[in-house]
């Protein structure tokens, strides 16, 4: 079983749609919780981040955690011809002995097209 | 864009033969992680070098090996190449300094390179 799920897609939405993508996992040490965004040939650009359990909003996008359901979501609302792209949630815990950084657990992308 | 850069852009090997990727990490960082992306799939954490050592190393064999040097940027070395290492490789810098201010780095990737193994 793969320590991060997502539904891989793809999700087709008309434009202004309210979009919901969502991860679960099962690794009970993750507490950093992220969303990123990848065009096509690009590299994963960071969207959204949560500590624990919570909500927060930037402008049309707003990312969930809820620890005791392990599961994540991302809300982007009047979603735009410019949000398609593959959406990336990725986690992390500290590792012990790691002195920098964390590495990144990701879900498989979910690719969202908007259309006009 | 990040300022992390990679080369090549694309590279194709055949099976048995090695490669070498290169990343310039964003000015200022001092930690480079390597992810692995497969078609479809999402990047997987090979290893992370913080200060020219090894710190921390995903689920990959020996032959994925990787350097990093004085000025913080890193090699991604990979010997016997497979038909199943075709990828996008990634690579992300972060900083203790660029924290996300609740414990965690800010990862900021290049581009990738993809690697097409015949």
């Known amino acids: 079983q793969k320590e991060v799920e997502q539904d891989p897609g793809p999700l087709s939405v008309p434009e202004g749609a309210i979009v919901s993508l969502n991860c679960t996992y099962s690794?009970?040490?993750?507490?950093?919780f992220m969303w990123y965004r990848q065009y096509s040939r690009k590299g994963p650009e960071l969207l959204m981040y949560?500590?624990?359990?919570g909500n927060k909003e930037d402008g049309r996008f707003t990312a969930q955690v809820d620890k005791s359901s392990k599961y994540i979501s991302l809300f982007i609302r009047d979603s735009q011809p410019s949000d398609s792209a593959t959406y990336l949630c990725?986690?992390?815990?500290?590792?012990?002995?790691?002195?920098?950084?964390?590495?990144?657990?990701f879900g498989e992308g979910t690719q969202l097209t908007v259309n006009p | 864009e990040t300022g992390v850069t990679q080369s090549p852009t694309h590279l194709i090997k055949t099976r048995g033969q090695q490669v070498t990727l290169r990343c310039s990490s964003q000015?200022?960082?001092?930690?480079v992680s390597w992810y692995q992306q497969a078609l479809g799939q999402g990047p997987q954490f090979i290893f992370q070098?913080?200060?020219?050592?090894?710190?921390g190393r995903g689920n990959f064999p020996p032959r994925f090996s990787g350097l990093q040097f004085p000025n913080y940027s890193s090699e991604l070395n990979v010997n016997a190449l497979e038909l199943d290492d075709s990828a996008l490789y990634l690579c992300?810098?972060?900083?203790?300094?660029?924290?996300?201010?609740?414990?965690?780095?800010?990862?900021?990737f290049g581009p990738g390179t993809r690697l097409t193994v015949l």
């Open positions: 992300a810098s972060s900083s203790p300094g660029v924290r996300l201010g609740l414990g965690t780095d800010t990862q900021y």
């Open positions: 690794n009970s040490a993750f507490q950093y």
């Open positions: 949560t500590y624990s359990s």
């Open positions: 990725a986690m992390s815990a500290r590792v012990r002995g790691e002195t920098s950084g964390s590495r990144l657990t």
């Open positions: 000015s200022g960082h001092n930690t």
């Open positions: 070098y913080y200060r020219e050592e090894e710190n």
